[in-house]
């Protein structure tokens, strides 16, 4: 089974142009190595040279931000939705 | 003419060009303005402002537009109101409310930054227009684009007050409310700007818009008599508006308008939304997404995206941050309301309880010229209060007077 990832418009040039992706992983970590598999560069744009999320992206598994849950290690069910957002300002 | 040198990463400082984006592509973190100053020294004088119109646009040298602006010409230059009962009360020296709860059109402060956002989106050739908001922001959105001729799509929490429901459908935009917080409603905006050509104002045109929030601040050390106060204490949503006015008096220093500033920054969050104070507490920039429980509606942004400039600011400039409950919010709401006769939403609440609490604590100096933030209405907040409804009379003399005996009475019981 694939989770379709939702790739921001700042790391499409790394998708072609392309909106989402169908990648197989059990962590967002996991899937995050199978986006660099596939587009090479992508992951040094989401973490840091630590392997930290990036201060100003939130990441989001079906909705839920994964800083409230278990961050890279969250888990990732079958069909699930992987949203990457970059920081937006307030209104 | 423009005096923009391009946009700047925040924090790698890539450059990039004067376009709607709001992203770094290299380490995602926002864009911002870059500014030729020392060609903007040379012209902009505090005499050549002084003769402008009693508009924001009476520092356009320091806003981010190419020619003239074509949305929101009236907006700006609101009282900065010299609180003397209030100050007596809080045992205050010199204290100001600097009063955008009347800001026209639609009574926030967030008709400065629609102003700039949508000057700047027709500059750029955008024909719809869009935001993200948590109520003051979709009905200045609403009506500055309804007077200006572009399309709306405003999308808000679910939860709203409904005077800001009601203040932004009068004007005709498609008004979405999306069920979720104002996080998930950023979340949504954001994938929704990734595939329409909108203007979102605060997603795609970030850099521009946020530059509107400055002209709080130039007008606060111009309405001072060119300078910049001791304290200014201000709400913190998304935490953009404290680092704008932070920098507007860094601007007008490094322009000679102004002393050197050194005021200290003050940020006010409630309680239930406090993910910014909470992180200046723990002595930490980093900060902790929360989700929001709050009256305080317009500060409920659990993810703050501006938090860690915020934290920065506050702590950079010898300031403190604070959060209050629901009750102390409505308490000073009334408090502002009985003293100085200006009756603020729950975003002014928190503020003047988070300066009460301050001062409390030794934090806020009450010998120094402080500044309080006032940006937003009452009127739009009026859920959270709990008046019970006055008494009616017949209209005859004798039952007036019963009932001002009684109150009387009641009074000196």
Redesign the interface.
Known sequence: MAQTVIIPTPLRRFTGGVETVEVQGSTVGEIFGQLESQFPGIRARLCEENGELRRFINVYVDGEDIRFLDRLETSVGERAEVSIVPAIAGG | MSYVKGLKCR?CGAPYPVEPL?????????LEVDYDYEAIGRVLTREAIASRPRTLWRYRELLPLEGEPTVGQHTGCTPLVRAERLGSRLGVRELYIKNDAVSHPTLSF?DRVVAVALSKAREFGFEAVG????G???NSVAANAAAAGFTAYVLIPEDLEKAKVVGTQIFGANLIPVR?T???V??L???I???YRWAF???NL?PF??EGSKTFGYEIAEQLGWRAPDAVVVPM????LITKIHKAFGELARLGLIPEAGTRFYGAQATGCNPIAAAVKAGTR?I??V?PQTIAKSLA?G????G?FATGVIAGSGGWSEDVTDAEIVESIQLLAETEGIFAETAGGTTLAVARKLIAQGRLDPEGRIVVAITGNGLKTQEALALAPPASIEPKLAAFEAHIGQRAALATA
């Open positions: 924090e709001a992203i770094c592509e290299e380490c995602f973190g926002p967030k935001c993200a908001s948590t003051n922001l979709a979720g104002y996080d998930d950023n979340r905006c954001s994938e700007a990734g595939r104002v605060n997603v970030r818009y946020g949503a998304g935490g953009s980093e902790r997404p989700k942004i993810n703050p995206a501006d860690y």
